[in-house]
């Protein structure tokens, strides 16, 4: 079956930076998305990743390898703003997005 | 960059009535629109795929009668909750593809809280 898998929830400290990790196993792939959600919102692009390495865009990067079904998500100097949830999707053969549980994250001053 | 345009973005109704919700792209033509549900705490559920022109396409256990989807343009979709009851009440989300390309990001609408009374 098809499956990702991201912590449920984490904390971190303003100002510090976070690491959200996804792991998945789809059948085929055709990219990895980050968004973001906050409580009651719906969710919003960060980030698209198909090949493997890092992308860097502002205080946010997100990491592929396609080898290890692995990805992760940077935070850098982190905001109380930024306090979410954070979805992790792969796009499969077939462009259907499947959709990780998401991260909860908490930032404490 | 891509809009997607969500009304109501809040609805109460009573328990046998039905409730439809809008769903457009602003600035894009979307030939494909996808309707969510997220049920509180838990992760986005992928209802059904609309297709400009034909049958929208239904996730297994989700009753194409009950939720009725109607893709008139490439603009618009409409989800349509017929006999709406209290287990229905959730926040439902479309989006739409900027691109026809498998890699072009979901752009979200700002979701429909539905309350079922």
């Known amino acids: 079956g098809q499956n990702i898998d991201q912590p449920t929830e984490m904390t971190a400290t303003e100002g510090a930076i976070v690491q959200i990790n996804c792991t998945y196993q789809?059948?085929?792939?055709?990219?990895l998305f980050w968004y973001q959600q906050h409580a009651g919102e719906a969710p919003t692009f960060l980030s698209y990743?198909?090949l493997d390495g890092l992308e860097e865009k502002g205080r946010f990067s997100s990491f592929l390898s396609r080898s290890k079904g692995y990805s992760y998500l940077l935070l850098k100097e982190l905001q109380m703003k930024d306090s979410a949830s954070y979805l992790c999707a792969v796009a499969d053969s077939n462009y259907q997005l499947i959709w990780g549980a998401g991260t909860k994250l908490i930032i404490k001053p | 960059g891509a809009v997607v345009s969500q009304h109501p973005s809040r609805v109460i109704c009573k328990s046998g009535t039905s409730v439809k919700i809008e769903c457009r792209s602003l600035?894009?033509?979307?030939?494909?629109m996808f309707w969510y549900r997220q049920f509180p705490k838990q992760s986005l559920m992928l209802m059904a795929t609309s297709n400009e022109g034909s049958k929208a396409t239904y996730e297994q256990g989700v009753e194409k009668d009950k939720f009725l989807i109607n893709h008139a343009s490439l603009t618009l979709s409409t989800l349509t909750v017929t006999s709406a009851h209290p287990e229905d009440s959730s926040f439902y989300i479309c989006?739409?593809?900027?691109?026809?390309?498998?890699?072009?990001?979901?752009?979200f609408g700002n979701g429909t809280r539905l309350t079922v009374t």
């Open positions: 789809t059948s085929g792939f055709n990219g």
């Open positions: 600035d894009f033509q979307a030939t494909t």
């Open positions: 989006s739409a593809r900027e691109g026809r390309a498998g890699g072009s990001p979901l752009h």
């Open positions: 990743n198909v």
